[in-house]
T-cell receptor
Framework: AQTVTQSQPEMSVQEAETVTLSCTYD???????LFWYKQPPSRQMILVIR??????QNATENRFSVNFQKAAKSFSLKISDSQLGDTAMYFC????????????FGTGTLLAVQP | DTGVSQDPRHKITKRGQNVTFRCDPI?????LYWYRQTLGQGPEFLTY????????KSRLLSDRFSAERPKGSFSTLEIQRTEQGDSAMYLC?????????????FGEGSRLTVL
């Protein structure tokens, strides 16, 4: 069975600074996807960034980038130039490639961006 | 652009009553998922549909829970004889299907409060 662990329940960062959210996972499979989803207060969950396990290059999306360490089963999210709108719960998630797309989530990290 | 919509957004009920939630996925999406999210936790998978077929159910889905997706379009999640432990946010998500990016698109959720 796959598991996803987020060890930081809460994080705080000053506006315009950089913050890194941690995530580790456990699987015996070789082909899978990893995701970071953002859930703003009282709003729907949206995809921030996605990584395919077979790709060695780390994914980037504007101010968001990941550090994917497959051997260590680590998948951290770096947010650069933090903005007030980045305040949200961030969930790390895992799914198997070529399967049902069912996501397995971590417990989340609540990020607060301070003005 | 019509996303995933869920109704009602909030339901308050007394213990022992039945409740039903509806989810309308993105129109061309073949796959539909139900998740449950309690306070401070990540979403937990409940069940998955490929078109009208319910292909996977979590052990979390007790006999009091039933989900349907007639004609492969909208889906309903019914909880019979509600208990206080059923209080949670029920999230619906959809995805395109095989060969897609693995991304799930979420609705805003239906919050259930059982008194």
């Amino acid at each position: 069975a796959q598991t996803v662990t987020q060890s930081q329940p809460e994080m705080s960062v000053q506006e315009a600074e950089t913050v890194t959210l941690s995530c580790t996972y456990d699987t015996s499979e070789n082909n899978y996807y990893l995701f970071w989803y953002k859930q703003p207060p009282s709003r729907q969950m949206i995809l921030v960034i996605r990584q395919e396990a077979y790709k060695q290059q780390n994914a980037t999306e504007n101010r968001f980038s990941v550090n994917f360490q497959k051997a260590a089963k680590s998948f951290s999210l770096k947010i650069s130039d933090s903005q007030l709108g980045d305040t949200a719960m961030y969930f790390c998630a895992f799914s198997l490639s070529g399967a049902t797309n069912k996501l397995i989530f971590g417990t989340g990290t609540l990020l607060a961006v301070q003005p | 652009d019509t996303g995933v919509s869920q109704d009602p957004r909030h339901k308050i009920t007394k213990r022992g009553q039945n409740v039903t939630f509806r989810c309308d996925p993105i129109s061309e999406h073949n796959r539909l998922y139900w998740y449950r999210q309690t306070l401070g936790q990540g979403p937990e998978f409940l069940t998955y549909f490929q078109n009208e077929a319910q292909l996977e159910k979590s052990r979390l889905l007790s006999d009091r829970f039933s989900a349907e997706r007639p004609k492969g379009s909208f889906s309903t999640l019914e909880i019979q004889r509600t208990e206080q432990g059923d209080s949670a946010m029920y999230l619906c998500a959809s995805s395109l299907g095989q060969g897609d990016s693995g991304e799930l698109f979420f609705g805003e959720g239906s919050r259930l409060t059982v008194l």
